[in-house]
């Protein structure tokens, strides 16, 4: 069913649910330098992937009217100005190094926290953040002019070839003090959009053969009856598709499965639903309108699992189905952000989670996650529920709702010669590659409900 379709009551709550979101990114930031906060607890430093989603929902907040045009340019420029003016060297305190930037940062200075590695994927979601905002501002007036030239010179100054390993595939990521990480990104990931980027790079690409060492693990499984490219957490099938419109648009081994990554994301929606209803551990209140595994928050204390009465329990763990970890940890954003692939399926979810007061006195919208399964004593309909809220949560809320409502991000970056350039170089063809690049975004007019 399409937004058209929707009951005036339908649409208001979505929009609801979107404006709560939008909050958080304009609300948790430091409009001095633009960085965006990770998770709300105390002395909680900042995320790149979170400010590379803020700067891809201030065009929206600016069409639905939650800011205006002025505020969102000026926090966007703050945002790429720190950026390119912030320390990109070897030093264990610096913000970045080769163009990629450290997972997490500190809110106030910017410098490195944590000794976090410097990210790959994060570094991707930023840009694609970055090339967002371009594409929508397109004013003459030299503000504008100035945040497109610094969105360009801070794409251009990405090293993907650095981060390149010698069998092709991206590393996940680089520290100081001990050099690049072990691990690669080799098979279905979220890292679909982190080589469609490094492809498509003006100044320093990823080589030949970065997409096929990436994708070579691929394989087409059946799964609660399904068949498609599978993979367990939820996230891995939205990341992607937050920033690029994948119908129609097939790669070689998507053509090889008279498929698509949209339609593969549609299907997995569908195994998590099937899998819910199975019900295979017998953890509380899954059913047809209660699913959601992907990475998130958890009632355990650690990530390797904490013993509570006769179940096992995860912190922030990346949970998947059917393979596991599934300790009974549901994450509602996670179903927000799948409505462009199975509304039918989601809109139901949706009204089940608000039944269950996941919404209620809570100002950013829906509880990160919940579970109910926890013997945890709680007064809450669904059991133990995060007490934080966090950027990449909130982001691909906005995004999703935004891209079922008018296509306005798909539409921003169909239109990006850069990303073009990557899915031809990944040897994606169809669909709306096919046509020629519009001149500039028309974003769809809100309607009211």
Same mark, same amino acid.
């Given at each position: 069913?399409?937004?058209?379709?929707?009951?005036?009551?339908?649409?208001?709550?979505?929009?609801?649910?979107?404006?709560?979101?939008?909050?958080?990114?304009?609300?948790?930031?430091?409009?001095?330098?633009?960085?965006?906060?990770?998770?709300?607890?105390?002395?909680?430093?900042?995320?790149?992937?979170?400010?590379?989603?803020?700067?891809?929902?201030?065009?929206?907040?600016?069409?639905?009217?939650?800011?205006?045009?002025?505020?969102?340019?000026?926090?966007?420029?703050?945002?790429?100005?720190?950026?390119?003016?912030?320390?990109?060297?070897?030093?264990?305190?610096?913000?970045?190094?080769?163009?990629?930037?450290?997972?997490?940062?500190?809110?106030?200075?910017?410098?490195?926290?944590?000794?976090?590695?410097?990210?790959?994927?994060?570094?991707?979601?930023?840009?694609?953040?970055?090339?967002?905002?371009?594409?929508?501002?397109?004013?003459?007036?030299?503000?504008?002019?100035?945040?497109?030239?610094?969105?360009?010179?801070?794409?251009?100054?990405?090293?993907?070839?650095?981060?390149?390993?010698?069998?092709?595939?991206?590393?996940?990521?680089?520290?100081?003090?001990?050099?690049?990480?072990?691990?690669?990104?080799?098979?279905?990931?979220?890292?679909?959009?982190?080589?469609?980027?490094?492809?498509?790079?003006?100044?320093?690409?990823?080589?030949?053969?970065?997409?096929?060492?990436?994708?070579?693990?691929?394989?087409?499984?059946?799964?609660?009856?399904?068949?498609?490219?599978?993979?367990?957490?939820?996230?891995?099938?939205?990341?992607?598709?937050?920033?690029?419109?994948?119908?129609?648009?097939?790669?070689?081994?998507?053509?090889?499965?008279?498929?698509?990554?949209?339609?593969?994301?549609?299907?997995?929606?569908?195994?998590?639903?099937?899998?819910?209803?199975?019900?295979?551990?017998?953890?509380?209140?899954?059913?047809?309108?209660?699913?959601?595994?992907?990475?998130?928050?958890?009632?355990?204390?650690?990530?390797?699992?904490?013993?509570?009465?006769?179940?096992?329990?995860?912190?922030?763990?990346?949970?998947?189905?059917?393979?596991?970890?599934?300790? *009974?940890?549901?994450?509602? =954003?996670?179903? !927000? #952000?799948? @409505? /462009?692939? &199975?509304?039918?399926?989601?809109?139901?979810?949706?009204?089940?989670?608000?039944?269950?007061?996941?919404?209620?006195?809570?100002?950013?919208?829906?509880?990160?996650?919940?579970?109910?399964?926890?013997?945890?004593?709680?007064?809450?309909?669904?059991?133990?529920?995060?007490?934080?809220?966090?950027?990449?949560?909130?982001?691909?809320?906005?995004?999703?709702?935004?891209?079922?409502?008018?296509?306005?991000?798909?539409?921003?970056?169909?239109?990006?010669?850069?990303?073009?350039?990557?899915?031809?170089?990944? *040897?994606?063809?169809?669909? =709306?590659?096919? !046509? #020629?690049? @519009? /001149?500039? &975004?028309?974003?769809?007019?809100?309607?009211?409900?």
């Amino acid at each position: 069913m399409s937004w058209q379709e929707r009951t005036a009551a339908e649409q208001t709550m979505l929009l609801g649910m979107q404006r709560c979101s939008f909050e958080y990114f304009w609300q948790e930031a430091n409009e001095t330098n633009g960085l965006v906060l990770d998770k709300t607890a105390a002395d909680w430093p900042a995320s790149i992937a979170a400010v590379g989603m803020a700067l891809t929902i201030y065009p929206i907040g600016v069409e639905h009217g939650f800011i205006t045009r002025a505020q969102a340019v000026a926090r966007t420029l703050a945002t790429l100005r720190f950026f390119m003016q912030s320390e990109q060297s070897r030093s264990p305190t610096a913000t970045g190094y080769k163009g990629f930037y450290y997972h997490f940062l500190d809110m106030q200075t910017g410098q490195r926290a944590w000794r976090c590695e410097l990210s790959s994927i994060d570094t991707a979601l930023l840009i694609a953040g970055v090339l967002t905002a371009r594409a929508y501002f397109q004013g003459v007036d030299a503000e504008e002019r100035e945040l497109r030239a610094l969105a360009d010179a801070m794409y251009a100054r990405v090293d993907w070839a650095w981060m390149q390993s010698r069998d092709g595939s991206v590393r996940h990521g680089w520290r100081p003090e001990r050099g690049f990480l072990r691990y690669r990104w080799r098979g279905y990931d979220e890292a679909l959009i982190l080589y469609l980027l490094g492809l498509g790079a003006p100044i320093h690409p990823l080589r030949d053969g970065a997409y096929e060492a990436w994708s070579a693990p691929y394989v087409w499984s059946t799964i609660e009856g399904i068949a498609y490219l599978h993979a367990g957490p939820l996230f891995i099938h939205q990341m992607s598709h937050t920033w690029v419109d994948f119908r129609g648009v097939r790669d070689a081994f998507m053509r090889a499965h008279d498929s698509d990554y949209f339609e593969n994301s549609r299907r997995s929606v569908q195994v998590q639903q099937r899998y819910a209803m199975r019900n295979p551990m017998a953890l509380a209140m899954y059913g047809e309108h209660c699913w959601g595994v992907t990475a998130s928050d958890g009632p355990g204390a650690k990530a390797r699992g904490q013993k509570i009465g006769d179940r096992t329990y995860y912190d922030y763990i990346a949970r998947g189905v059917p393979e596991g970890p599934d300790d *009974g940890t549901l994450a509602p =954003w996670a179903v !927000a #952000a799948s @409505l /462009p692939f &199975a509304p039918e399926i989601v809109m139901p979810t949706i009204e089940h989670f608000r039944r269950i007061d996941l919404h209620t006195d809570n100002r950013y919208g829906f509880k990160a996650s919940f579970n109910p399964t926890v013997p945890c004593g709680s007064e809450h309909p669904a059991g133990w529920v995060s007490p934080y809220h966090f950027g990449i949560n909130e982001g691909p809320t906005v995004i999703m709702i935004e891209n079922y409502r008018s296509e306005m991000i798909w539409q921003l970056t169909r239109e990006c010669p850069y990303l073009r350039k990557g899915l031809r170089r990944a *040897g994606f063809e169809g669909g =709306w590659l096919e !046509a #020629a690049a @519009l /001149p500039s &975004a028309q974003p769809v007019p809100l309607t009211s409900a």
